[in-house]
């Protein structure tokens, strides 16, 4: 796809004159160093007008462009050949800027097909089975004091590094950013450097794996420390998408004689809230220096400075402490502070501590960290009844968690798009969402996506990098990298308010029980010791949860810690009002636009090809539909049954689109509601949903309620209209159909609550209402409907109303409905649209005539008869023209303005 070869993002652009063989550019860091340097957008943010002097203030080089990679035919490469052949490179060599994966690199070159389209993957999954090198020349820096750092931010994964052809590391975790002292190896001041970074095939190594008769049961993959989402199909691409090669940045760090490591940044408001104590600990590498301090407020404004103690060191023995890191630690109090709060409930304000580090000739150093000050507290078990709870109580106030769980941005690359990354922050804020889940089978951002949930009020609900099932704990190497990766993960991401939890990883104990029906025995370590004991030292103030799903009688229990849906495949006691619902969803297919965009006309719709279902368990689309999906993903669809049969490609999307959309809806309004259909109200027992998944890899038919192309898909508006702060939803039982309001938003609400039994063409058949007030996290049974007698199954409807807002009941499957024909009459008001019916239409559609992406204020939604709505057009994708139809009414067109 052209637009995954864009520049990638503003941060990009800014890099555009560097030049690696260049030493002459002089920047400065103004954020927190080494788990920032990543976000290089603050790494080349100048702190003063001056120009930076090589052994002074600290300079930091991206070393982004002039790169060369090429595929070694052997894995015992001659290292003093290619150094060679590095420092002239010839034809067979590719150029590259840095970062960029191979993959990235050979589609750019024009030498593999795009793997997003049809089943072009599979004639480019030879790259994992190959060792690959990657090549660049740099100039040494002049007149440094101290020592000199390369920073490797993301190497994926068994890299083993060079420079000058002297061996400087080898490095078998792609998660762990690495750092590596090359004074000794570089050349002479101005002169050229050859570094040399040679891959090993990530699949040679998981086929040499011996394991151990303990960990016999286990993935041979779960020895090497890659995303896991690389060794299947599961994303989307088959029989695998296995990536090499750099994916974050290389860095050349020359500190000076003295630099600030890291910061950690520490507030604890008391119980009132009214005042904060705020303690920081900084990591000071080097010669003694002074550290001062500056806070600002989230105006802008200075509210305190000071300086912290000052530790004293040899000078003269500078040489042997340039790796010793000491830490200086100081506090203040912030008296009636601004608080932090998720999107949903307040604003966020972040405060901005400034350090700077000088000696007597001036700044050595300086660190800009932003932080919020809030309170999270875990609330594990109900104060009045004792009963099991997993909810958050933020700044006092008990907050449901709506959200999503986030997939890998891009399935050909691990490599950061910036701009793909925000559209998707935006259509996750259009959803109503206040949390996140970074999946375990991932990849983890880079700080500026965490700043980005900062901003925006968006919690992130962290999971360690672990995938499903068990992994090999017990093995010393292999406890000793998981332990500096989860260290290093813990240290990069602390500072941040949206960081909710930590959480183990995906689906590990709850994987060992599915494939064997017992609680594992093995791999405890990792999620029991490790784990909590790294959160239990440098990050003792979040909560830390062993796995997604765990707690209870089995792992995935839904009445205790969290729960993943998988009541496609069985029956579970319980499991229709979970404590806290981590992964629910159905699978469902793409637009058309966006089908179109990897499926070929043919394989989009066979000729003669008919989805009827005439075999038990057949799934009911075309070939490469199942291609272009997950194994057994039939299995997951919503109630299909329902629906008219299709009979084309449009419809099957349709009708899998409303099932997922449907169930999406039932479900999180039983959840908000908080109890199981015709139980007492009044006490919550749920305090959270979290959709599997947000976004989608690659091009696929699957769980996601945004595709590939960032068109959310139908469920998307559905899950919109059910994550509504305020909600009001029907509960029908065997004997009564009732009304609740839900009121998940900071304020109270009051006001008149209709209900109306109507037929489709708009006759009025009863009418009750009643006066209500829900106090600001309340689900409230508000009417019962019986005294509206017996309702029409097939052509009557329910509509209730409280202010602006209002919600439909339909009491029987659509393909059961007598609905009449609907007119719409629409026109456009700006940037909006405006539709009315006269009797009640069926899933009122918006679609932008030739183009994919575009965004809606809603859709796909239902009109009781008479009404009127407006819709604005939040993304129009480049598409002028909108088709407004509904089930049962024609089409109408409509160009824009």
């Not at 539709?835 to 009640?840: H, K, L, Q, S």
């Amino acid at each position: 796809m052209t637009h995954l070869h864009k520049a990638k993002s503003e941060i990009r652009n800014q890099r555009s004159d560097v030049r690696c063989r260049k030493s002459e550019v002089r920047l400065s860091v103004f954020c927190p160093l080494f788990s920032v340097l990543c976000l290089l957008s603050s790494v080349f943010c100048p702190l003063c007008s001056v120009p930076c002097v090589w052994g002074k203030q600290r300079t930091i080089i991206a070393l982004t462009e002039n790169w060369h990679i090429k595929q070694l035919d052997t894995d015992k490469p001659d290292v003093a050949a290619l150094r060679r052949s590095a420092a002239s490179p010839e034809s067979t060599w590719l150029s590259a800027e840095m970062p960029a994966q191979i993959h990235d690199i050979l589609l750019k070159h024009g030498k593999i097909s795009d793997p997003h389209v049809g089943k072009n993957a599979a004639e480019s999954a030879w790259v994992g089975e190959k060792d690959w090198a990657y090549t660049c020349t740099f100039a040494s820096p002049t007149n440094s004091e101290g020592p000199i750092f390369l920073r490797f931010g993301g190497l994926d994964t068994l890299a083993t590094v060079y420079l000058n052809g002297k061996k400087i590391g080898y490095f078998n975790n792609m998660y762990r950013e690495y750092t590596v002292d090359v004074r000794e190896q570089l050349a002479p001041a101005g002169r050229d450097n050859v570094l040399l970074i040679v891959f090993s095939s990530p699949l040679r190594f998981i086929n040499q794996v011996e394991r151990p008769e303990r960990h016999k049961g286990l993935g041979k993959y779960k020895w090497l420390r890659k995303s896991h989402g690389d060794f299947s199909s599961y994303l989307g691409a088959r029989p695998h998408s296995v990536k090499v090669g750099v994916y974050r940045d290389v860095l050349l760090d020359v500190p000076g004689r003295s630099w600030i490591e890291d910061v950690w940044v520490r507030p604890q408001l008391t119980k009132d809230f009214k005042s904060a104590t705020v303690r920081v600990s900084v990591e000071v590498g080097g010669a003694g220096a002074e550290l001062d301090w500056q806070l600002k407020g989230p105006s802008g404004k200075e509210i305190k400075r000071g300086k912290a103690p000052n530790l004293k060191f040899q000078i003269s023995n500078l040489k042997s402490q340039i790796l010793n890191f000491n830490v200086r630690s100081f506090q203040f109090t912030v008296e009636s502070p601004k608080l932090w709060w998720p999107r949903t409930h307040g604003e966020q304000n972040l405060y901005q501590l400034e350090i700077n580090l000088k000696d007597k000739k001036g700044r050595l150093d300086s660190r800009s960290v932003s932080f919020g000050i809030r309170d999270v507290r875990p609330v594990l078990e109900d104060p009045q009844t004792g009963e099991k709870r997993f909810r958050f109580d933020i700044n006092g106030r008990p907050i449901f968690m709506l959200g999503a769980c986030w997939a890998p941005l891009e399935g050909m690359t691990h490599c950061w798009d910036s701009e793909r990354a925000g559209r998707l922050l935006d259509l996750l804020e259009h959803g109503r969402m206040n949390v996140l889940r970074i999946w375990a089978e991932g990849n983890i951002p880079p700080q500026e996506f965490y700043d980005e949930c900062d901003k925006r009020g968006i919690f992130i609900w962290q999971d360690f990098m672990f995938g499903y099932n068990m992994h090999p704990s017990g093995e010393p190497e292999f406890d000793e990298n998981c332990r500096a990766e989860i260290e290093g993960m813990i240290r990069k991401l602390r500072n941040h308010p949206c960081i909710l939890l930590w959480c183990g990883g995906n689906e590990n104990h709850m994987g060992w029980n599915f494939g064997r029906g017992t609680n594992p025995p093995i791999g405890l370590e990792l999620f029991h010791k490790i784990m909590p004991e790294a959160c239990a030292k440098l990050d003792p103030d979040r909560l830390f949860h062993p796995s997604s799903p765990f707690g209870g009688r089995v792992a995935n229990w839904p009445l205790e810690g969290d729960w993943h849906d998988y009541t496609t495949l069985k029956f579970v006691p319980e499991a229709s009002v979970p404590l806290y619902a981590s992964e629910v969803g159905r699978a469902s297919a793409p637009s058309l636009s966006s089908m179109k965009l990897f499926l070929s006309d043919e394989e989009l719709w066979p000729e003669g090809y008919s989805p009827a279902i005439r075999t038990p368990g057949q799934a009911a689309w075309p070939p490469m539909w199942q291609y272009r999906s997950v194994g057994g993903s039939w299995d997951k669809v919503g109630r299909v049954g329902e629906y008219c049969d299709p009979s084309n490609a449009e419809e099957l999307i349709r009708v899998l689109g409303m099932a997922h959309g449907e169930y999406l809806r039932d479900r999180v309004e039983r959840e908000r509601r908080g109890v199981p259909d015709g139980g007492p109200d009044g006490n919550r027992r749920c305090w959270g949903n979290m959709i599997w998944r947000l976004n989608d890899s690659w091009p696929i038919i699957y769980w996601s309620a945004i595709d590939y192309y960032l068109e959310p898909k139908i469920p998307y508006y559905f899950l919109r209209r059910a994550y509504d702060p305020i909600l009001i939803s029907f509960e029908q039982t065997r004997d009564s159909i009732a009304v609740w309001v839900v009121n998940d938003s900071p304020e109270s609400v009051s006001g008149k609550l209709e209900v109306h039994r109507r037929r489709f063409n708009g006759n009025s058949r009863g009418q009750l209402e009643a006066q209500v007030r829900i106090e600001p996290g309340q689900a409230k049974r508000c009417l019962v409907t019986t005294d509206l007698g017996p309702i029409y199954l097939r052509n009557e409807f329910l509509h209730a109303t409280f202010g602006a807002r209002e919600a439909t009941y339909l009491l029987i499957g659509e393909r059961y409905l007598h609905l009449p024909n609907a007119k719409l009459t629409v026109r456009v008001l700006g940037d909006k649209i405006e539709i009315a019916t006269n009797v009640f239409a069926r899933t009122v559609t918006l679609e932008m005539d030739g183009v994919t992406g575009a965004v809606f204020e809603d859709n796909f939604f239902d009109m009781a008869p008479g009404r009127k709505l407006t819709i604005a057009v939040i993304n129009p994708a480049g598409g002028r023209a909108v088709t407004i139809r509904a089930l049962n009414a024609k089409p109408v067109r409509l160009e824009l303005k």
